[in-house]
């Protein structure tokens, strides 16, 4: 019970949930539309197996690097989730971080070796140095940090696309070529949109930490009005490239699949609209960026639906 005392920070620190998450989205997109709709895809199931933990190591990585350098802030924010320096030592943490960035630079070098023609090495350590800078210099930053962290999360479905864009383009069957590219590009876009809205949403739960600690986003900057009127467009933004894509995609999709988009994704975009026009205290924000998660959760359920009926 003691070791599992002590281990327990270091699971917490690197938000298990979200690594679940990464690990399902990823292997929702292999097993439904690669595997599915190609013959031989480049990745086996180990390489596969490696690609995904690789994607989570590099996540967790980050995680802790972010911990480090933002402990003061988030002992402000949210005392009850701060793990540095008080259940771990801030010498512990970055020995933590090491392991894990070493950890996924020999998963990246293995995957490499494994005669996959794809620059693992080169995309990992890039990602972690993008995550590192995030941490350091970029999270002070009004908006650039939200956008750096949004296009990482859309590139855990899209890494996938990258890692078989060879097996795709060798496809005979364009029609097919054109349905795998547009689930993917589909979903990198709808959540990129969603967790950018949730990272501002973020910023304007942590306003108080993060004014005291120096930090300027786009809510201290501009108001906590600005911040819910910034949300509120992208949300709309967000809805109309959905219902644009649903009524002009070139993929066959049948009611059950267009009615679980609408009802699921759409509609709750909705009501995100208009619970952002009421909403004004920090607990409220917190409820909105939980929803917004499961919206990215009703995203993977209509790329199951979509790809059972092709």
């Not at 699971?11 to 709709?37: A, D, S």
């Not at 771990?88 to 293995?110: D, E, M």
């Not at 990482?152 to 349905?179: K, P």
């Not at 026009?277 to 499961?294: C, G, P, V, Y």
Request: hydrophobic fraction near 50%; charged fraction near 15%.
């Amino acid at each position: 019970m003691e070791f599992l005392k002590n281990i327990s920070p270091y699971i917490k620190i690197v938000r298990p949930g979200n690594l679940l998450l990464i690990g399902i989205t990823q292997c929702i997109f292999y097993h439904f539309v690669i595997h599915k709709l190609i013959d031989f895809p480049a990745l086996d199931l180990f390489n596969t197996f490696l690609l995904i933990l690789q994607t989570i190591l590099i996540a967790a990585g980050g995680y802790v690097i972010n911990d480090i350098k933002d402990c003061l802030t988030d002992q402000k924010n949210k005392p009850h989730k701060t793990y540095i320096p008080g259940l771990i030592s801030s010498q512990n943490a970055k020995l933590y971080y090491y392991f894990l960035l070493s950890t996924g630079i020999l998963v990246a070098i293995i995957l490499e070796k494994n005669s996959i023609r794809f620059p693992i090495l080169l995309i990992h350590l890039s990602l972690c140095l993008i995550l590192y800078w995030y941490a350091v210099k970029f999270k002070n930053s009004i908006l650039v940090g939200n956008i750096i962290i949004s296009i990482m999360v859309s590139l855990v479905s899209g890494i996938i696309l990258l890692a078989e864009r060879e097996s795709i383009v060798q496809l005979a069957d364009h029609t097919i070529q054109n349905i795998i590219i547009s689930i993917f590009l589909s979903y990198m876009i709808f959540s990129f949109f969603v967790n950018l809205i949730r990272e501002i949403i973020k910023d304007m739960e942590d306003m108080d930490g993060d004014q005291a600690s120096g930090i300027i986003t786009f809510p201290i900057r501009y108001g906590r009005d600005a911040g819910k009127k910034l949300c509120i467009y992208i949300s709309v933004a967000t809805l109309i490239f959905l219902l644009v894509w649903l009524f002009t995609t070139n993929i066959s999709m049948e009611l059950r699949s267009k009615s679980f988009l609408l009802l699921f994704v759409a509609a709750p975009l909705v009501i995100l609209i208009q619970t952002l026009t009421n909403t004004t205290n920090k607990r409220e924000f917190a409820k909105i960026s939980n929803t917004l998660k499961w919206m990215m959760v009703s995203g993977l359920g209509s790329v199951i639906i979509i790809s059972s009926e092709l």
